[in-house]
Nanobody, 124 residues
């Protein structure tokens, strides 16, 4: 059974930084495309970014491009989301997700495994 556990969320001021981590167990990270999504109160899931199995390709939403960066350490079964220059509109619960199938990394439907989420709150 594949499980994902996020950590690293918290309260940060505008223009601050946070680094989220997501550890996968029950499967080798190298087998999965990994994505980050977020959900603000009353909103749908929003794609944040994704990284291919080999880590050579990354994808970002326009709203975070240039501020956020995804990386992965397959040996540690961990992916990271470095978030810089945070804004109030980045406030949300952040989820990591894993996919073993082929498709658009931006689509929530691609991902069969999801973590429980970690809260990120950016104060003005």
């Amino acid at each position: 059974q594949v499980q994902l556990v996020e950590s690293g969320g918290g309260l940060v001021q505008t223009e601050g930084s946070l680094r989220l981590s997501c550890v996968i167990s029950g499967g080798a990270l190298s087998n999965y495309v990994m994505g980050w999504f977020r959900q603000a109160p009353g909103q749908k899931y929003e794609f944040v970014g994704a990284i291919r199995r080999n880590g050579e390709s990354t994808y970002y939403s326009d709203s975070v491009k240039g501020r956020f960066a995804i990386s992965r350490d397959n040996a540690q079964n961990t992916i990271f989301l470095q978030m810089n220059s945070l804004k109030a509109e980045d406030t949300a619960v952040y989820y990591c997700a894993a996919s073993s199938t082929i498709g658009s990394p931006r689509a929530t439907g691609l991902y069969g495994y999801w973590g429980q989420g970690t809260q990120v709150t950016v104060s003005a």
